[in-house]
């Protein structure tokens, strides 16, 4: 179970944190959505409107537990993969999960420019707010959680890496 599952609402830089430390541990990294629309071959907004969410988390949650079933990558999850229960025991099974947070405005502000988010279309201040109420908790189960707001990436890195070796089966004495 040597691998790294980064949760976490979206926006909160799982993405941009899992690039960052995959490459200072010399690991794979793996974007699930990016995973779940090649394998569809379309992409994420594309494969909500045709097939709709429910099809979209039983692609999320295969995915997920094939990838799990190998070693040393960094593996950013989509923020809502945590909302079935089977994920979260996979991912506990599977990996080291680190839960990444930020607040309520940095989302806002980082998902903003974003277009490829279909569950913030229309308002996404209002759809973050309603979201963050809904998911409240839902990223409490990773052992170990790190506020990304106003943190450099850099930081958060170094931070997650240093924490991991506490960790079984991380633990180097
Ligand atoms: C989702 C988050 C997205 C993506 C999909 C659904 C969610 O991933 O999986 O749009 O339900 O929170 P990011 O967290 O990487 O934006």
Request: charged share 25%.
């Amino acid at each position: 179970m040597e691998n790294i599952v980064l949760v976490g609402f979206m926006g909160t830089g799982k993405s941009t944190v899992g690039r960052a430390l995959a490459a200072k541990l010399n690991w794979t990294y793996v974007d699930l959505d990016r995973r779940i629309a090649e394998r569809e071959g379309r992409s994420i907004p594309e494969l909500f409107r045709t097939k709709g969410e429910a099809y979209f988390r039983d692609v999320e949650s295969a995915l997920l537990a094939e990838l799990l079933g190998q070693q040393r990558q960094v593996i950013a999850t989509g923020g809502g993969a945590v909302l079935r229960p089977a994920n979260v025991t996979a991912m506990l099974q599977g990996g080291l999960v680190v839960a990444l947070f930020a607040d309520e405005a940095e989302i806002v502000r980082r998902v903003s420019s974003d277009a490829g988010r279909p569950l913030l279309a229309g308002d996404p201040a209002a759809r973050v707010k309603a979201l963050l109420q809904e998911r409240a908790g839902a990223y409490d189960f990773a052992p170990l959680k790190i506020d990304t707001t106003a943190k450099q990436v850099e930081t958060i890195v170094a931070e997650i890496a240093a924490k991991m070796v506490e960790h079984v089966p991380f633990r180097t004495d």
